[in-house]
């Protein structure tokens, strides 16, 4: 089975620098698109940012230019980087993969690893 690794969550200060990687292991395999997703407390999942296999990179609304995501295929990792991080970024972030077409898509999901932003 697939597993998501992820790491890089904790606290961090207003104005700070926010990293996050995702490694997966498993079978050998590759993935479609790859990428963070984030669920604020009382609030939706939503897209930070991912990849397409195609090197393709969507953005979630609320970044206005403040993401950066790096995809190594190789490695099987996506890294994420959040400049100037603030309180309302405070979520649960989750790596995010799938893989297969649109009639066999197969998604995978981190555990999750919290991201606090507070003085």
């Known amino acids: 089975q697939v597993r998501l690794a992820e790491s890089g969550g904790g606290l961090v200060e207003p104005g700070g620098s926010l990293r996050l990687s995702c490694t997966a292991s498993?079978?050998?395999?590759?993935?479609?698109?790859m990428g963070w997703y984030r669920q604020a407390a009382g609030k939706k999942r939503e897209l930070v940012a991912d990849v397409g296999s195609n090197g393709v990179t969507r953005y979630g609304e609320f970044v206005k230019g403040r993401i950066t995501i790096s995809r190594d295929n190789a490695e099987k990792r996506v890294d994420l980087q959040m400049d100037s991080p603030q309180p309302d970024d405070t979520a649960v972030y989750y790596c995010?993969?799938?893989?297969?077409?649109?009639?066999?898509?197969?998604?995978?999901w981190g555990q999750g690893t919290q991201v606090t932003v507070s003085p």
């Open positions: 498993g079978d050998d395999f590759e993935f479609n698109a």
């Open positions: 995010n993969a799938d893989s297969g077409s649109s009639s066999y898509r197969t998604e995978y």
